[in-house]
């Protein structure tokens, strides 16, 4: 999902930034000095580090035992964007013409867009109240529906890291045979008493983009604990090959010998960006532990305010995002009245997201899919500011943060 990172220099807090070390630069010259620039070695260390990660916590199988979720382990496998990873996914689970997929209207597009690419349609439940999460009741009221029949798979969106209740979202995707597929673009890491996010239902498609909790530049991966699942989605990943390029250039077998099985995708990572990631990888907690502490900074400022609502969280949220939301009723500006006081002095902001049912091709596509049948989420826009957030902010830069959002409501204040 896509951030706003635009005239970044000139501002005194920057929405985000990347945090590269040395280490970073170092593994990308290895790669580049190696001669292989493509998927490779480096894109299989990633995913298999990655995959050591999503497994490390064997006390989470007993809880996805308890609720009937599989326990085997989870698969990795890298790609070069979320949006190319939800396509594998969705397709690996039969999402195609004649089907469709439910997910939320607050979202970047490229999750419900992965779905028409497939020639699929999809159905969009409101977001709860008091989250920025897809309301399992209302997902169940679709499953219910004579629409209901054509559904593949139920996509949750873990709005700023920030977990959709997957239990109860599991429980009705088993009850009505459908799949789950996680889009976990906003949470790594994100450890909960069933499985990280993004390894919870059949499969999960994280981000690994410039704004993301860690970075490859552009790239993404997508988990599963389905062996057929994962079949399909790493023969999909690269023209439907039966052979990947690093096994055809490394084996004994002739380079020149392969079969393609199925009309497959281009959508693997190269070495170059996966050398970055296994770097990043090994920075993960780090990063975590300083968001956090600009989290608790934000927090203890915020909940003194009257018009603004902090955000909501939850067990295993990885704070990739902080969104503020605005008390209308305690102050005589609205929303992007806010945001540009906001920018005019310096602080990089954003807001997520625009629903979907703004955007033309969407309203145009779906007459009824307008702001008035989601109540919820165009309330949740319309309030909303999400304000810098990343690793290597200093505490100057989060007391700035706070030292505006203070003055513009105070100085608007009703």
């Given at each position: 999902m896509g951030e706003n990172m635009s005239d970044a220099d000139s501002l005194k807090v920057p929405f985000s930034r990347p945090s590269i070390s040395e280490e970073e630069k170092k593994a990308v010259l290895e790669v580049l000095n190696s001669g292989w620039l493509t998927t490779g070695k480096y894109a299989l260390e990633f995913e298999k580090k990655f995959s050591e990660i999503m497994n490390s916590k064997p006390e989470m199988l007993d809880g996805r035992k308890e609720i009937g979720l599989s326990a085997e382990p989870v698969q990795s496998l890298a790609v070069n964007s979320n949006t190319s990873g939800m396509i594998l996914a969705m397709e690996a689970c039969g999402v195609g013409p004649g089907t469709a997929v439910i997910t939320t209207p607050y979202t970047f597009v490229s999750t419900a867009a992965c779905?028409?690419?497939?020639?699929?349609?999809?159905?969009?439940?409101?977001?709860?109240?008091?989250?920025?999460?897809?309301?399992?009741?209302?997902?169940?009221?679709?499953l219910i529906s004579p629409e209901g029949r054509n559904v593949k798979a139920i996509v949750p969106v873990h709005i700023a890291g920030n977990l959709c209740n997957m239990?109860?979202?599991?429980?009705?995707?088993?009850?009505?045979?459908?799949?789950?597929?996680?889009?976990?673009?906003?949470?790594?890491?994100?450890?909960?008493?069933?499985?990280?996010?993004?390894?919870?239902?059949?499969?999960g498609v994280f981000s690994f983009y410039v704004t993301k909790t860690i970075t490859t530049a552009e790239g993404g991966m997508v988990c599963t604990r389905d062996k057929k699942i994962a079949e399909r989605m790493t023969v999909m990943r690269l023209h439907g090959?039966?052979?990947?390029?690093?096994?055809?250039?490394?084996?004994p077998?002739?380079?020149?010998?392969?079969?393609?099985?199925?009309?497959?995708?281009?959508?693997?990572?190269?070495?170059?960006?996966?050398?970055?990631?296994?770097?990043?990888?090994?920075?993960?907690?780090?990063?975590y532990e300083r968001r956090i502490k600009i989290v608790k900074k934000y927090n203890e400022a915020f909940s003194r305010l009257d018009f603004i609502q902090t955000p909501p969280d939850g067990q295993g949220n990885a704070w990739h995002l902080y969104l503020i939301r605005i008390v209308p009723e305690k102050l005589k500006i609205n929303r992007n009245e806010f945001a540009k006081k906001l920018q005019e002095a310096g602080i990089g902001i954003s807001v997520h997201f625009i629903p979907l049912?703004?955007?033309?091709?969407?309203?145009?596509?779906?007459?009824?899919?307008?702001?008035?049948?989601?109540?919820?989420?165009?309330?949740?826009?319309?309030?909303?500011?999400?304000?810098?957030?990343?690793?290597?902010?200093?505490?100057?830069?989060?007391?700035?943060v706070i030292s505006e959002i203070t003055r513009t409501g105070q100085e608007n204040h009703v």
């Open positions: 779905a028409r690419h497939l020639g699929a349609d999809v159905y969009f439940a409101d977001i709860e109240k008091e989250s920025y999460n897809i309301d399992p009741e209302k997902v169940e009221k679709i239990k109860e979202i599991c429980r009705i995707a088993k009850k009505y045979g459908v799949k789950v597929i996680e889009d976990a673009a906003h949470a790594f890491p994100s450890p909960t008493k069933i499985g990280y996010a993004g390894t919870i239902g059949d499969a090959m039966d052979r990947t390029t690093w096994d055809r250039y490394t084996s077998r002739a380079s020149w010998e392969y079969d393609i099985i199925a009309p497959g995708f281009k959508f693997n990572l190269p070495d170059i960006l996966a050398a970055i990631g296994v770097q990043q990888l090994k920075r993960a907690e780090d990063f049912f703004y955007f033309t091709y969407w309203k145009t596509l779906y007459p009824d899919f307008t702001a008035e049948n989601f109540p919820e989420a165009a309330k949740r826009y319309s309030q909303t500011i999400s304000i810098p957030l990343w690793p290597d902010m200093t505490e100057e830069m989060a007391d700035l």
